[in-house]
């Protein structure tokens, strides 16, 4: 029979996929994230979260994202600033003027390096002491909001969680009761 | 443990199994279809391929949910010009248990040119009003407790009334909710009525059995009809676990607008209109970033409380969201330096933005290696309706006092007023810059009486295949132009009665 949950994709507790192009990775979320990413080993643990997200992905889009890193980082010696370096190894001002006009492309190019760029920074605010830094702390406020909700409709609450099964009936004509 | 339920981590072989009715999938469509099922005495199986999370499992945390409650971690992407991210959710209780809860009736209007134009029966307003009664009773539709209505929804509301504009309270499925503001991460404490606590509760307590974890490969067929449908066990991780078969003469698909046709076509199933995984609608939708001189704080509040229903004629709803810090950074258009000073601000932002009722001219194909991918390509009218949309979000948002808005085009500037506003959208906006995600994916078997026009009947039916039924927002024949849950809860309602009523087939 059931446990309390299930999880056939990576959660807590579980490993993250490799992520490709681990020093590309790393270099780009230096650049794409604010600069406090450099602090508390803050990088590291952006990859983390990024590996974990790559493990709930489709094979395919797995891939993709790794060619896609593969190509930034290797692109690199294509761009004049860049002096024939790949990306992990240019210094701030060029990786972030590299990674500028990348974001600034059309087509499939540009949409897949601002895919990348969200992602990573979705993994860096997705750290709770950077959620911390902007004013974001959820935990006390729904804890809060919980206990009000249950102080203030405590009974209507549990009438109508027990009305899901009387057959046939529900609480009254469409309305919280 | 829950009497019915079982979960990956309980099977250790192949299982098969036999039942009267097969659904896969446990989202609105999947699991009212239980439930109305099992409450009249039919063996009922269900079958969902996410996992099993329930209530206490929630808390805030964009990355966690994403992993566990949507399918691919929420990264859909929809190719075209321009891609469009979309999200479906995979998990026991499906999108219900990520969605925004918005409750709304099926427009009369659209069931009406639904009728007409694909001769369908039954489907008038007064045909499914019995229905949305059952269902807004059973799932606690109503209004809002005032006490949990944020600054953010406040501002935008004062925003569009000050342009003169109608707004609505929403409607949404929820006893007594808390405005945690956690919805699309799973409600953390039940009171948002998703199918998780509600239906398939309650179909379990009827004698249901749900089955968590549990990936349809094909839908098994012999002569004419179904014998059931062939799958696998999903392991942690995603790997492939033991073998699942299940025999039944009535097979319910209920996977969504994207897995339901792929599920279909890869059982070798065509439909004589052609249009089987064609004529995907998915609602555009593009946020509008806004910058107050005041405290908002967004995240206060429930998720979303009121909707602006000026332009609806038009088939544009606007309405104010809040994102999480995750999500907000990964649609901003900013990186680095730029990225954390605009976040700092976060507490003064308030995130809004149109949803468009689209024309439907995407579709889903099974890639061999890849699987299903979506394709999509926005209309010139639909980008015109987006851009406008957008316009309307970031006047309504300024008239509140917003002191900069930032617009979901690729390399558009901040606007600071209204004469700028005006300005840059003076000049065209190229469909490709547009910035657009979807939550709403419908129509990839639609309805119609007409064999040679939809994928299924009036009821749900498979043209030309007895005993498969399709209940989910595939079967719209449009897009309905609003929040899509109750429409698919009220036809999955009536297409289970119909099969109650026509239950011989339904026998073990």
Sequence with gaps: MAGPSSA?????????????????????????????????????????????????????????????????????????????????????????????????????????????????????????????????????????????????????????????????????????? | MISGLTTQGDVAGDLSLECGAVIVGSGAGG?????????????????????????????????????TLYRDGGGGLAFGRPWVLYTEGRCVGGSTVVNGGMSWRT???????????????????????????AIESRLSVGLQDPETIGRDSGLFKAGAEARGWNVIPNRRNQLHCAGTNNCSSGCPTGAKRSMLVTSVPRALSLGARVFADCRVDRVTRAGPGVTGVTGHVVRPGGRRGPRLTVRARTVIVAGGAVQTPALLMRSGLRSASGRLGRSLSLHPNAVVTAFFDEDVAGWQGVHQAFQVREFLSEGLLLTATNLTPPMLAAVLPAYGRELGELMARYNHIVTAGPLVSDTGTGLIRNVPGLGPQVFYQLTDRDAAQVVRGVELTAQALLAAGARRVLLPFDG????????????????????????????????????????????????????GVPGLFVSDASVFPGPVGINPMETVIALAMRNAQRLIERRGRLAG
Excluded at chain 2, 107 to 131: F, N, S
């Design chain 2, 107 to 133: 427009p009369a209007r659209v069931l009406d040119r639904w009728a007409e134009q694909e001769g369908l029966r039954a489907i008038r307003e007064q045909d499914l009003d019995p229905y949305f009664t």
């Design chain 1, 8 to 177: 056939p994709t990576p959660g807590p507790g579980q490993a993250p996929a490799e992520v490709p192009a681990r020093r590309a990775a790393r270099r780009f979320a230096e650049v794409a994230c604010p600069p406090e990413v450099r602090a508390d080993r803050r990088a590291d643990r952006v990859l983390g979260e990024f590996g974990l997200m790559l493990g709930c992905l489709p094979p395919a889009a797995r891939k993709a994202l790794a060619a896609a890193l593969v190509l930034l980082d290797q692109g690199a010696r294509l761009y004049p600033p860049s002096r024939g370096r790949r990306f992990a190894r240019l210094d701030d001002r060029v990786a972030d003027a590299y990674v500028r006009a990348l974001l600034a492309r059309r087509g499939a190019a540009g949409a897949m390096v601002r895919r990348l760029k969200g992602f990573i920074t979705m993994c860096y605010y997705e750290l709770p002491e950077v959620q911390r830094e902007i004013g974001y702390d959820p935990a006390p406020y729904i804890a809060a909001v919980s206990r009000r909700r249950l102080e203030s409709y405590g009974p209507q609450i549990r009438a109508g969680e027990a009305a899901v099964f009387i057959p046939g009936t529900g609480p009254a004509d469409g309305e919280n009761p």
């Design chain 2, 31 to 67: 699991a009212t279809m239980a439930a109305e099922l099992a409450e009249a005495g039919v063996d009922v199986i269900v079958l969902e391929e996410g996992g099993y999370h329930p209530t206490e499992s929630f808390a805030a945390g964009t990355g966690r949910a994403l992993r």
């Design chain 2, 412 to 463: 558009a500037p901040g606007v600071r007023g209204p004469d700028e506003l005006r300005r840059l959208l003076a000049r065209p906006v190229p469909k490709r810059s547009l910035q657009l995600f979807s939550i709403h994916l419908m129509g990839t078997a639609r309805m119609s009486e007409d064999p040679g026009r939809g994928v299924v009947g009036s009821f749900g039916e498979f043209h």
